[in-house]
Nanobody, 123 residues
Framework: QVQLVESGGGLVQAGGSLRLSCAAS????????MGWFRQAPGKEREFVGV????????YYADSVKGRFTISRDNAKNTVYLQMATLKPEDTAVYYC????????????????WGQGTQVTVSS
């Protein structure tokens, strides 16, 4: 069981940067796979990226590869999504998610979700 809380969303101009944080409860944070997803108005929830401490692996969607970076601080029970060179099409509600045994892009396979944080990119 884990509780997730996102923060760091806001309004930013195109080309700018923003860092999102996802704070998790519990002492076993490093054992969870942590994913980031986003959902724009009128669209389905979209995979952004995922990181596994146990596997030492990180994977990104093609739409954000090279611009977004996931990092993890196990001592602080926090995972970050550093977003750079933001585009208007990045505008969405961003969610972090945790999985016990799954590593991948399928949102339905994740066990826990945060409430989301709004990111708006103006042109």
């Amino acid at each position: 069981q884990v509780q997730l809380v996102e923060s760091g969303g806001g309004l930013v101009q195109a080309g700018g940067s923003l860092r999102l944080s996802c704070a998790a409860s519990g002492r076993t944070f490093s054992s969870y796979v942590m994913g980031w997803f986003r959902q724009a108005p009128g669209k389905e929830r979209e995979f952004v990226g995922v990181t596994s401490w146990s596997a030492g692996s990180t994977y990104y969607a093609d739409s954000v590869k090279g611009r977004f970076t996931i990092s993890r601080d196990n001592a602080k029970n926090t995972v970050y999504l550093q977003m750079a060179t933001l585009k208007p099409e990045d505008t969405a509600v961003y969610y972090c998610a945790a999985a016990r045994t799954y590593y991948g892009s399928n949102a339905q396979a994740y066990d826990y979700w945060g409430q989301g944080t709004q990111v708006t990119v103006s042109s």
